[in-house]
């Protein structure tokens, strides 16, 4: 296998900004047929149901399936993919679920109220959501972690009914994804995929519940179709590639780096992997070690092909233009791999997640530190968080006006309403208020 031709950039160089911006730039542009091809799809859920799920399932992953109770996976075959999992895997996923629960429990919003003088009363009542979808990609992309992170903060948020989905591809089903589902409490599997999943999921059919939101990862027509249900059900996010971005002191080994860059390139061609060091000797060290360690990869040709069209190398002046890179980058996965990691994170505005140290890889937040690997991609972080448990939660505003509230609050509604051309609004608040 020939060498890696990872792209090298200069901070210091004239042009960096814009070659920093084509970098980081995803042309995920929405693809017209597609989008008609999922129109098309919901479409048909919607008015046909059952019968259409029943189509699309066969035709697209080559099943046979005559009736609707086909669809549905019995919490018996789940129990039993658990209990034959050898014991060193269930009991990696055992663990890995309660380091999950655990982390989740944390987050759980509370209710709250207070009572002001006149005995007005405000507050916020928090509530789970009646019933989620959790999409699960099936075949050789079988990821049980992905069960695990979205499942479990919605059980831990007091969600009513998880309804997964998975399609099984001529009828093959991933044990370790059973299995996890058996570990999460999940309530009910259905074994189709796609758009027509997520339609259903959305509306409802004879035999698949509607749900109040939808999350977890798949493929471009159900990110597609989640989009296109957005508003008549919730969604977590539309994700884009992985990414890491390492800063780096140049005292870790640089077999460490080139792997944790490997780590995320080698989840498709279009993933992105970063460094930025003001240690030029050890930005060459790195490339080095990708070079060494390339061949020995299994996913070797994917690994190479993302770190030759969105990887590369930075060179910094020092570590505040490094953080100053990452905040501008605001990246998925962010490792901070230096002397000091609590220092450089305080001035951190922007990642999903962020791993602190030399012995912190990415890969153990993917599946067993405890907080959730479903995170904001494609620079979201600005402005969006990990999945948690509050994404399965509701507030709901209280509101309790004494008598004296009323006639105080009444005053003010009133003027605001009258000066909105809001008459019906305005004498609403006034029949409260006490007569002089």
């Known amino acids: 296998m020939s060498g890696l031709n990872i792209t090298k950039l200069d901070a210091s160089s004239a042009g960096f900004d814009q070659q920093l911006k084509a970098l980081l730039a995803w042309n995920e542009t929405d693809d017209l047929e597609i989008h008609q091809q999922v129109l098309d799809i919901i479409a048909n859920v919607r008015k046909n149901g059952d019968k259409a799920v029943i189509g699309y399932t066969n035709r697209f992953d080559r099943r046979d399936i005559s ?5 549905e996976l019995s919490r018996e075959m789940l129990k039993s993919a658990w209990e034959k999992l050898p014991v060193d895997q269930a009991h990696a996923l055992q663990t890995a679920a309660d380091r999950i629960r655990a982390y989740a429990e944390h987050q759980k919003m509370q209710s709250w109220q207070y009572t002001e003088a006149d005995g007005t009363l405000l507050g916020q ?9 959790l999409y699960v990609p099936g075949g050789k992309a079988a990821y049980p972690s992905s069960v695990l992170m979205n499942a479990i903060p919605a059980k831990v948020a007091g969600v009513g009914e998880l309804i997964v989905v998975v399609p099984a591809p001529q009828g093959e089903t991933n044990e370790l994804v ?8 999940v309530d009910r599997v259905f074994a189709i995929g796609g758009a027509q999943a997520i339609a259903a999921l959305a509306y409802g059919t004879e035999t698949i519940p509607a749900v109040a939101k939808i999350v977890g990862p798949g493929n471009i027509y159900v990110a597609t179709a989640k989009k296109l249900v957005f508003g008549q059900v919730g969604i977590d996010m539309i994700a884009g590639p992985s990414e890491i971005l390492i800063i780096g002191d140049g005292k870790t080994n640089p077999d460490w780096i080139a792997m944790d860059l490997f780590s995320q390139a080698e989840h ?5 992997s970063i460094l930025i060091s003001h240690d030029g000797a050890y930005l060459d060290a790195v490339e080095q070690s990708l070079n060494k360690l390339l061949p020995e990869m299994e996913r070797a040709e994917i690994i190479k092909a993302s770190l030759s069209t969105r990887g590369a190398l930075i060179k910094v002046s020092n570590l505040d233009e490094a953080v100053e890179i990452a905040n501008r980058i605001a990246p998925e ?10 220092a450089l994170s305080k001035n951190i505005r922007h990642a999903g997640a962020i791993f602190m140290g030399r012995y912190t890889a990415e890969a153990l937040g993917d599946y067993c530190a405890g ?19 509050y994404d399965f939660q509701k507030r709901s505003s209280l509101i309790y006006c004494s008598q004296t509230g009323a006639d105080a609050l009444g005053k003010t509604a009133s003027l605001l309403a009258r000066g909105e051309s809001l008459t019906a609004h305005a004498r609403s608040a006034e029949y409260r208020i006490k007569s002089e």
Not at 178 to 185: I, S, V, Y
Request: aromatic share 4%; proline share 9%; hydrophobic share 40%.
């Open 268 to 272: 498709d061609e279009n993933a992105q």
């Open 125 to 133: 009542r928090i509530t789970p959501l009646d019933r989620v979808g």
């Open 67 to 71: 009736g609707a109770g086909e669809l």
């Open 371 to 389: 907080p959730n690997h479903v995170l904001p991609t494609s620079s979201t972080a600005r402005f969006s968080s990990p999945l948690g448990v």
């Open 333 to 342: 996965h962010l490792e901070l791999s230096v002397e000091d990691p609590d």
């Open 178 to 185: 059973l299995a996890a589902a058996f570990l999460a409490g």
